[in-house]
T-cell receptor, first 110, second 116 residues
Framework: TQLLEQSPQFLSIQEGENLTVYCNSSSVFSSLQWYRQEPGEGPVLLVT?????EVKKLKRLTFQFGDARKDSSLHITAAQPGDTGLYLC??????????FGDGTTLTVKP | DTAVSQTPKYLVTQMGNDKSIKCEQNLGHDTMYWYKQDSKKFLKIMFSYNNKELIINETVPNRFSPKSPDKAHLNLHINSLELGDSAVYFC???????????????FGPGTRLLVL
């Protein structure tokens, strides 16, 4: 089983602060995806990173795939209350099923 | 229009009962999945079907039986419900199977199952 560990598990910050969420594994993945899940809803894909070292930006969100394709980070600049939710990373292997991380619950207070 | 829909959204039932959850996707995708999300928010795959054929069958009790009448539908029947089955069950779909690709999974809104 390919395990993905996310840190921190819980994060509560004030509006305007910056934050980084980490997703780590000992396994190599073909690609890695980040999802956001809002309360009462299903996860929604934010981004897929494929190449080692790749950086993708989505407005105030910056995603990076580790050089060895074993880890990833999500950085949010100037967080807003609308960023509140559960952030999940998912590793997609060359073969077999994808694996979800254990999630980071983010709360941004106004 | 809803891409992936599930019914019911909430399900409260007694231990020992049998219940079904239905899922439909109107995206024309070939692959559908069932996930279980526990109280700690951990999302774990249970089954995946590609064109009505079972691809992934994780270590799930035999009480759980998926059925795919066509590639747009994947239902989940649960026999003899137990307290530990309480969770949120998500259906998802993707154009092709995930392994090795960059497929996007589209998730339904979830079914919140509470077994009393």
């Amino acid at each position: 089983t390919q395990l993905l560990e996310q840190s921190p598990q819980f994060l509560s910050i004030q509006e305007g602060e910056n934050l980084t969420v980490y997703c780590n594994s000992s396994s190599v993945f073909s690609s890695l995806q980040w999802y956001r899940q809002e309360p009462g809803e299903g996860p929604v894909l934010l981004v897929t990173v494929v190449t080692g070292g790749e950086v993708k930006k989505l407005k105030r969100l910056t995603f990076q795939f580790g050089d060895a394709r074993k880890d990833s980070s999500l950085h949010i600049t100037a967080a807003q209350p609308g960023d509140t939710g559960l952030y999940l990373c998912a590793g997609v292997p060359n073969a077999g099923k994808s694996t979800f991380g254990d999630g980071t619950t983010l709360t941004v207070k106004p | 229009d809803t891409a992936v829909s599930q019914t019911p959204k909430y399900l409260v039932t007694q231990m020992g009962n049998d219940k079904s959850i239905k899922c439909e996707q109107n995206l024309g995708h070939d692959t559908m999945y069932w996930y279980k999300q526990d109280s700690k928010k951990f999302l774990k795959i249970m089954f995946s079907y590609n064109n009505k054929e079972l691809i992934i069958n994780e270590t799930v009790p035999n009480r759980f039986s998926p059925k795919s009448p066509d590639k747009a539908h994947l239902n989940l029947h649960i026999n003899s419900l137990e307290l530990g089955d309480s969770a949120v069950y998500f259906c998802a779909s993707s154009q092709a199977h995930l392994a090795g690709g960059q497929e996007t999974q589209y998730f339904g809104p979830g079914t919140r199952l509470l077994v009393l």
